[in-house]
């Protein structure tokens, strides 16, 4: 789960990391108080979206007077945010955080991740902060120093004090530096994250050392035990169908291709888009409908995928283990006669029940449903379709 730039600091506040003031509007109408709560000569608009770019797509603006404030707050909630990230249509700005800028004297970068090689978490630190990480890791990755930390001890002081000399920081700005590190990491573990990060973490040219941009990552799996952090998701940020997916226990993320995936298993449903590619087709999504899939479960895994109007034919591949291959047949059935095919099905069964589920379908008899010998066979025919 994600969370905004206004709520990462929130949570960084409560930590103990300083952060400059700030307040979050949703009109143009808020900005003038929210002006007046800050106390700045200069603020900073930025849009408060799941996605980067905005400094470059225009919404991210330093002004000088509650008017202009305002008059890109107003243009910001208007008009959706064009980026890399976004994709053409772009994506509805809903809040627009408001922040006292600083004089920056320099920019670094903080931030923990889990190293899945190692098994353990990371604290990265650079002093080229204020670009991506992976540009800096690209172009010169000595700049990044690392410290690999125990999950339930934390990081040590003496790793903080040694990241903070590394990065160049001296005197007051490496004890508060140090400070900030041991905060971040015990945040990143009472929260069960999955990435802290600020960037840029600034020197100001009087000295100071704050946080003034951030990004919270956490563990789906753990947020039963974080209901704060829970209460935090914005369903507006995610897409409708994956929303939805959620609800029946299924996986499912919305690719850009034109061919439906139905799937059980995820390594199963790698293999599918894989082989999807590799005929000269591209996957829609991937759905993994999983080991307990039930007949309304698959059914509502149809509707998902046809809802989709970029679809032109879909691939269902299922070994039955777990998932037998009557129960999708079954699903198949159901989903014809309440939903319906408007494109083309390929259908390729194997495993648990797999003579049972090809007599149903026979006896079916569906219109625009294609059986398939193996999966190649599958691939090449779905793809014939497009």
Not at 104 to 128: F, N, T
Not at 252 to 270: F, K, Q, R, T
């Amino acid at each position: 789960m994600k969370v905004h730039e206004y709520q990462a600091r929130e949570l960084m506040q409560q930590a103990g990391i300083p952060v400059p003031p700030c307040e979050v509007v949703d009109s143009g109408d808020q900005v003038a108080t929210a002006w007046e709560r800050i106390g700045a000569e200069t603020v900073v608009v930025k849009a408060q979206v799941h996605a980067g770019g905005r400094g470059k797509a225009g919404y991210v603006k330093l002004v000088n007077s509650p008017t202009e404030a305002q008059e890109h707050a107003a243009r910001m909630l208007r008009e959706p945010m064009v980026s890399k990230q976004t994709g053409p249509d772009g994506i509805q700005v809903r809040k627009v955080l408001l922040a006292a800028a600083v004089d920056i004297a320099k920019e670094y970068y903080l931030g923990v991740v889990l190293d899945r090689a190692r098994r353990v978490p990371v604290m990265m630190a650079s002093a080229e902060g204020g670009v991506e990480i992976e540009e800096v890791a690209e172009k010169n990755p000595d700049a990044i120093k690392k410290a690999w930390f125990h999950p339930h001890l934390g990081l040590q002081r003496f790793q903080a004090v040694q990241l903070a000399g590394e990065i160049g920081l001296r005197g007051d700005q490496a004890k508060t530096a140090t400070k900030m590190m041991l905060q971040l990491a015990r945040l990143f573990n009472q929260k069960d994250c999955t990435l802290a990060e600020i960037n840029p973490l600034v020197e100001t040219k009087d000295g100071q050392l704050l946080a003034i941009d951030a990004k919270f990552n956490f563990d789906d799996n753990a947020l039963f035990r974080h209901p704060d952090v829970e209460g935090m998701f914005d369903p507006s940020e995610e897409n409708p169908a994956e929303l939805r997916a959620k609800e029946f226990n299924l996986s499912y993320i919305a690719l850009d291709g034109n061919i439906g995936c139905l799937v059980n298993g995820a390594g199963l449903a790698m293999s599918t888009m894989d082989i999807i590619k590799l005929h000269g087709g591209e996957p829609a999504n991937f759905l993994d409908v999983g080991g307990s899939v039930t007949a309304e479960g698959a059914v509502e895994a149809f509707r998902i995928i046809l809802a989709d109007a970029r679809v032109k034919a879909v691939l269902v591949n299922i070994f039955g283990g777990i998932a037998k291959c009557d129960v999708i047949a079954d699903a198949l059935i159901k989903a014809a006669k309440e939903v319906g095919f408007k494109v083309p099905v390929v259908v390729r069964l194997e495993g648990t029940n797999v003579d049972k589920a090809r007599e149903m379908l026979k006896e079916a008899n569906i219109d625009g449903m294609h059986t398939a010998n193996d999966l190649t066979d599958a691939a090449k025919k779905v793809c014939a379709f497009v």
